[in-house]
């Protein structure tokens, strides 16, 4: 079974200045999608960076990027030039490209989340 | 486009009682997903429908069950409601594609 690790249950970081959330990741599959989801207090989840496995390139969204690992199974998310509207829950985020008969697989594995406080 | 939609968004029930829950997908997506999320198990995946049909399912007891329509819209349905089931409800929707899943705005059940 898969399993998604975020060991830092809490994060805090200066307005302006740049933080990283880390993840970590077990699977035998080759062919899989890696999420970073971000939950604000109203409890949209809202998708910030995905990153297929296939592709080495790391992906990026305006200030936020990864960098992805795919040998040490690791996914972390950088957030530059921080602002207080970043402050939420994130998530990390594994889904499987698709089940056994070939079809697409629609299930997110989640890890437990960690919460960034922004500072003014 | 307009977004996920999940009705009710607050609900309070009694153990015992059951409970369903309704998500209409973005338009043209065929996929929805539920997921429950509490503050001691995290997000964990219920069931995924396609086209109608259940495609994945998670490790929960028979009490929760699904279904999805023609017209894409799901239901979720919690019976004999335990304590354990008090959590934000969220589903999402996608394409059926490659594509990323957009959540609702969740359900929210109160079991007492």
């Not at chain 1, 975020?6 to 740049?18: D, G, K, L, W």
């Not at chain 1, 109203?42 to 992805?68: C, G, P």
């Not at chain 2, 829950?21 to 995946?45: E, M, N």
């Amino acid at each position: 079974a898969q399993t998604v690790t975020q060991s830092q249950p809490e994060m805090s970081v200066q307005e302006a200045e740049t933080v990283t959330l880390s993840c970590t990741y077990d699977t035998s599959e080759s062919d899989y999608y890696l999420f970073w989801y971000k939950q604000p207090p109203s409890r949209q989840m809202i998708l910030v960076i995905r990153q297929e496995a296939y592709k080495q390139q790391n992906a990026t969204e305006n200030r936020f990027s990864v960098n992805f690992q795919k040998a040490a199974k690791s996914f972390s998310l950088k957030i530059s030039d921080s602002q207080l509207g970043d402050a939420a829950m994130y998530f990390c985020a594994y889904r499987r490209r698709f089940n056994a008969g070939g079809t697409s697989y629609g299930k997110l594995t989640f890890g437990q989340g960690t919460i960034l406080t922004v500072h003014p | 486009k307009a977004g996920v939609t999940q009705t009710p968004r607050y609900l309070i029930k009694t153990r015992g009682q059951q409970v369903t829950l309704s998500c209409s997908p973005i338009s043209g997506h065929r996929s929805v997903s539920w997921y429950q999320q509490t503050p001691g198990q995290g997000l964990q995946f219920l069931f995924e429908y396609f086209s109608e049909t259940q495609r994945n399912k998670g490790n929960f007891p028979g009490r929760f069950s699904g279904r999805q329509f023609s017209n894409s819209r799901s239901e979720m349905n919690v019976s004999t409601l335990e304590l354990g089931d008090s959590a934000l409800y969220l589903c999402a929707s996608r394409s059926g594609t490659d594509n990323e899943q957009f959540f609702g705005p969740g359900t929210r059940l109160t079991v007492l």
